[in-house]
């Protein structure tokens, strides 16, 4: 089969800086084909539409060598490629229509990603930038290393991977799986229902108001920080949670106890409902406050 393939040449990298370039070009795609996109810095924003086509639009910057634009059976390439020793004047901000049914891999340097309105799986990558995201029931990865992460959902069932080292994480409305990490930063969730819930963070707040279905398993644990769980519609299972240097508080009933006569650290087991699930919950430095909504 033909590759259809377009490359927008913007100018190489000469003594004499160039302008930078605009940028409008379309190409046909699959309805639930790939889309595979880099840029190494400024920004990618991708919204899904109902048109059989991947539209770019935006700015490539000064320096930029090319923009790779094209089509192998249904995978759809968006690359700005820049000079091997490269530095400033390579700032690119792409606007990307897709179709709606598409599934994503994005990859950044120092670049925000922007995600609205596509329904396929999403791979959602930067070094330095915020990534903000939707998910509709297919599973989403949205990872920064310095940068915040956001994904809203609808409440359908999928899997979900968020994480950063530096920043905060911040989840709405997903259900099914969530796995969600900083090492500085916050970790909320809000607004879910789960089975598998999986959250951590080194120096951070860890927060939860969502639901824990039944035969779940729950697991927060951060190091310097609060944890405050509210379980929404109760829950049922076998609950232990401990700290070093916090209080426990407990709605559900039973009293945390000392873990020694002579040094710190709090402990709390006991069973709520049918004890079919599992919570477990830990910190160092910081309390612990359990709850239901």
């Not at 990859?107 to 998910?135: C, M, N, R």
């Not at 916050?186 to 860890?206: I, P, Q």
Request: charged share 25%; hydrophobic share 40%.
């Amino acid at each position: 089969m033909m590759k259809k393939l377009i490359v927008i040449a913007v100018g190489f990298l000469l003594a004499w800086p160039v302008v930078a370039a605009e940028v409008d070009e379309t190409l046909d795609a699959a309805a639930d084909g790939h889309v595979d996109v880099s840029n190494i810095s400024g920004s990618v924003t991708i919204s899904g539409w109902s048109r059989n086509q991947v539209e770019v639009t935006g700015t490539l910057g000064r320096n930029v060598k090319e923009l790779v634009f094209e089509r192998d059976k249904d995978k759809i390439t968006i690359k700005v490629k820049v000079p091997r020793h490269s530095g400033r004047g390579i700032d690119s901000d792409l606007h990307i229509n897709v179709p709606e049914n598409s599934s994503l891999d994005v990859g950044a340097v120092s670049a925000d990603i922007e995600v609205a309105d596509v329904l396929g799986e999403q791979s959602l990558h930067t070094v330095s930038g915020d990534v903000v995201t939707e998910s509709a029931g297919a599973d989403v990865v949205a990872e920064s290393v310095s940068g915040d992460v956001e994904v809203s959902g609808d409440k359908s069932d999928s899997e979900t991977e968020a994480s950063t080292v530096s920043g905060d994480v911040a989840l709405f409305r997903v259900a099914g799986k969530v796995n969600a990490e900083s090492v500085t930063g916050d970790v909320v969730v809000d607004e879910g229902s789960f089975n598998r819930v999986e959250l951590a963070t080194v120096n951070g707040e860890l927060v939860f108001q969502s639901e824990l279905r039944k035969g779940g398993k729950f697991s927060a644990e951060t190091v310097n920080g609060e944890v405050d769980v509210e379980f929404v519609g109760g829950v049922s299972a076998k609950i232990d949670v401990d700290t070093i240097n916090g209080r426990i508080r407990n709605c559900f009933g039973p009293e945390p106890q000392r873990v020694s006569k002579y040094g710190p650290g709090w402990e709390l087991g006991f069973i709520e409902g049918s004890g079919d699930g599992r919570v477990d919950i830990s910190t160092v430095n910081g309390g612990v406050n359990l709850c239901r909504k």
